[in-house]
């Protein structure tokens, strides 16, 4: 069998496949229909500060190969984890990332000084929510913007810091390079893709906000090279993520030089598919004779 | 709730566009609740929910109507083939809040979850479906309700106009409706009118269907409810 441990960042992940924030809540759901202790971890369901109710209106539409969502981070707020979702979390014996978004600078500070005297392993940084109205995505445009907010939120964090990047970013490799500068101790990379839709029976945008976050199979092409530019531009590990819906694809990004993976869209299509990707990607190693994924990982 | 592959019975058009499938299954279902349904192959990417509409020994049954890319694949699919099932999933029809003399009012496809509904009720309940022009599966009502009373737009079959103008909502003690939303919001203010307890299942885009995507956001007096996992079925009196 294939060792599939993987230990970056002072962490040590059973494998380096871990659920993407919004697409499994806090667990509790998908544990209801499989042994959720196989994941490597968990990313949170996006957390702010404070409760948030989300957007108004349609939040999901199908396009082919694709799902644009506007949720607009609804979520309990940064207490409420803390306290009633966090030890349900704990129990699930993996390792567990709580996904933070923000507004604001002191929204980001308050939200991690908060999460620092809990026990959740790693903190993700969300600059990049498309989602949101004010402020939070101009985080995830502009590097020196990013690299500001990155350089507070790591002085002030007594945990691992990742930072998930936004494909909207004007320059994927610059906001990458700046991160890093500013502390973080890895990259993810996709968020959602700004995207839109129309109701032609309405005559209208399908989304109040007009724009929304466009995942799954569509985008993988687009995430694997942006994970490609990145690899190459830093020297912390990367977790790449966007339209991952098999072993293969999760292959495909180790071999560009990913280090950890995250499924999203695809949890909502096979509910259970993260037993199918972890199997699948074992299986492709024993075939190729491979022992450890550092073989493959960033040959391309 | 489990991801399964089921097999299909029977997959076959019994009106317009209007199919009913039949799936190997066996498991507790409480009225009201659904699946998500997917073809094994990716042609089309989130799973569709659709409600049970009947409950067997060895198999559940569903009644959809084609409206797009997911349910026409769907109707292609053929008996010994399989498909993707997830489920059951969310809150139906809760029995014992359903008291007294009981009104059950479907319109369209609406009328799907509420045939395994009317069999557990028996006697208790009046049924009434409202269509376009075509009826369907208005014998199987007939098999359990106490009355069945049957509405088409032209007329055509049964009483002509719109159900809602046939129910004398005053002899009720509760109301049980799904159908377009036009429908529902009648009966809705036509029970509040007559203080009468009524429930409503709600329809929503939803991805997950168990409550993780917050994609089908139903607004409430207590807040944001999931219209896949703390509905589809709502009282009247808490939504917005
Ligand atoms: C809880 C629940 C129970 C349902 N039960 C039934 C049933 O028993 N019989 C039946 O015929 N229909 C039912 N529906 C509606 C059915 O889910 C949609 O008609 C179907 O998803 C349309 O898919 P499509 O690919 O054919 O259409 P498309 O328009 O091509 O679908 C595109 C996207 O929109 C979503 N979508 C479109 N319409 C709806 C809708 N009304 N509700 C939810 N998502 C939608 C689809 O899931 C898909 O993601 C139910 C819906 C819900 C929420
Ligand atoms: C419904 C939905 C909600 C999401 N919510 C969040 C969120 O709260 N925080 C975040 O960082 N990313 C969020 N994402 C983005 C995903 O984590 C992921 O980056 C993106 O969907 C691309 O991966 P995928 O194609 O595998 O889904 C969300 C995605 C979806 C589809």
């Known amino acids: 069998m294939a060792n599939l441990k993987t230990k970056v960042m002072g962490i040590e992940f059973k494998n380096p496949i871990l659920a993407a924030s919004g697409t499994f809540g806090f667990g509790e759901e998908y544990s209801q229909i499989y042994d959720i202790s196989i994941l490597g971890g968990i990313c949170s369901k996006g957390l702010t500060l404070n409760p948030k109710q989300g957007n108004k209106g349609t939040r999901l539409w199908e396009t082919p190969m694709g799902l644009i969502n506007s949720i607009g981070l609804q979520n309990p707020g940064v207490d409420i984890f803390i306290k009633e979702e966090l030890p349900k979390m704990k129990s699930f014996n993996t390792i567990i990332i709580a996904n933070l978004g923000g507004n604001t600078e002191e929204e980001y500070l308050e939200g991690i000084s908060k999460l620092n005297n809990t026990d959740v392993d790693l903190i993700e940084l969300n600059i990049s929510c498309p989602n949101v109205k004010s402020g939070g995505m101009a985080f995830g445009v502009k590097s020196d913007i990013a690299h500001k907010i990155v350089s507070k939120v790591k002085k002030n964090c007594n945990k691992p810091l990742m930072v998930k990047l936004s494909p909207n970013a004007e320059n994927i490799s610059e906001m990458a390079i700046a991160c890093e500068a500013a502390g973080a101790d890895s990259i993810s990379l996709i968020n959602t893709v700004k995207a839109m839709a129309i109701d032609i029976k309405k005559r209208k945008p399908v989304f109040d906000n007009i724009y929304a976050g466009l995942s799954g199979p569509c985008v993988k092409p687009i995430a694997l090279r942006m994970v490609h530019e990145v690899v190459k531009s830093v020297n912390i590990p990367v977790c790449g993520l966007g339209g991952i819906m098999s072993s293969r694809d999760v292959i495909e990004f180790i071999m560009v030089g990913a280090t950890l993976v995250q499924i999203g869209t695809s949890n909502f299509i096979k509910p259970d598919i993260a037993v199918d990707i972890i199997d699948g990607v074992s299986e492709f190693m024993d075939i190729e004779g491979i022992n450890s994924l550092d073989e493959i990982r960033g040959i391309i | ?240």
């Open chain 2, 1 to 240: 709730m489990k991801v399964q592959k089921g097999i299909i019975i029977e997959n076959k058009c019994i009106s317009d566009n209007i199919y009913k499938l039949s799936v190997e299954y066996q498991g507790k279902i409480i009225p009201g609740q659904f699946f998500m349904l997917k073809t094994l192959d990716n042609s089309f990417l989130l799973p569709r929910p659709i409600s049970v509409n009947d409950v067997n020994e060895k198999s559940i049954n569903f009644l959809y109507r084609i409206e797009g890319i997911g349910t026409t694949k769907i109707s292609t699919l053929k008996k010994n083939d399989k498909l993707q099932l997830f489920g059951p999933l969310g809150n139906g029809f809760e029995e014992d809040k359903l008291n007294g003399q009981i009104a059950v009012i479907g319109g369209g496809i609406g009328i799907a979850p509420l045939l395994y509904l009317t069999k557990i009720l028996g006697k208790k309940a009046d049924v009434y479906l409202g269509y376009k022009e075509k009826v369907y599966i208005d014998d199987e009502f007939k098999k359990y309700a106490n009355s069945t009373t049957i509405v088409t737009e032209d007329g055509s079959i049964g009483e002509k106009g719109f159900v809602t103008d046939y129910v004398d909502f005053c002899k009720y003690d509760t109301v049980v409706t799904c159908g377009p939303e036009i429908m529902m919001n009648k009966i809705v203010d036509k029970c509040k009118e007559n203080k009468v307890k009524c429930y409503v299942s709600l329809e929503r885009r939803m991805a997950c269907g168990m409550g993780v995507c917050l994609g089908c956001t139903v607004e409430t007096i207590y807040g944001n409810k999931k219209a896949c996992k703390d509905g589809p079925v709502f009282s009247s009196e808490e939504i917005i």
